[in-house]
Nanobody, 125 residues
Framework: DVQLQASGGGLVQAGGSLRLSCVTSGFTFDDHAVGWFRQAPGKEREGISCVHSSDGATYYGDSVKDRFTIISDHAKNTRYLQMNRLKPEDTGVYYC??????????????????WGQGTQVTVSS
């Protein structure tokens, strides 16, 4: 079975850092791209950071650019979202999701086939 296990959320003060993890299983690591999505309270889910081309180029939304970084660890089947200089507006539930490279679209668009369960991030001011 395909599984994505997201973890690493928590409560952090503004300006702090967190590293989210997404452990994947059940599919070939290199045949799928993983993206990170966020759903803030009262808002729709948005794609914030995704590998969006077959050469590994990564998209970062304007709200997280220069603060968040996707890191891949092939040996551990894990993708990380390193989040620095966190802001209260980063608060939300964070999800990782996977899509086959053959279906990849830019800017976190398109239908992602597999989703993790979400992890809560709360940034206090």
């Amino acid at each position: 079975d395909v599984q994505l296990q997201a973890s690493g959320g928590g409560l952090v003060q503004a300006g702090g850092s967190l590293r989210l993890s997404c452990v994947t299983s059940g599919f070939t690591f290199d045949d799928h791209a993983v993206g990170w999505f966020r759903q803030a309270p009262g808002k729709e889910r948005e794609g914030i950071s995704c590998v969006h081309s077959s050469d590994g180029a990564t998209y970062y939304g304007d709200s997280v650019k220069d603060r968040f970084t996707i890191i891949s660890d092939h040996a551990k089947n894990t993708r990380y979202l390193q989040m620095n200089r966190l802001k209260p507006e980063d608060t939300g539930v964070y999800y990782c999701a996977a899509v086959a490279i053959s279906k990849l679209q830019p800017y976190c668009r398109g239908k992602y086939d597999f989703w993790g369960q979400g992890t809560q991030v709360t940034v206090s001011s």
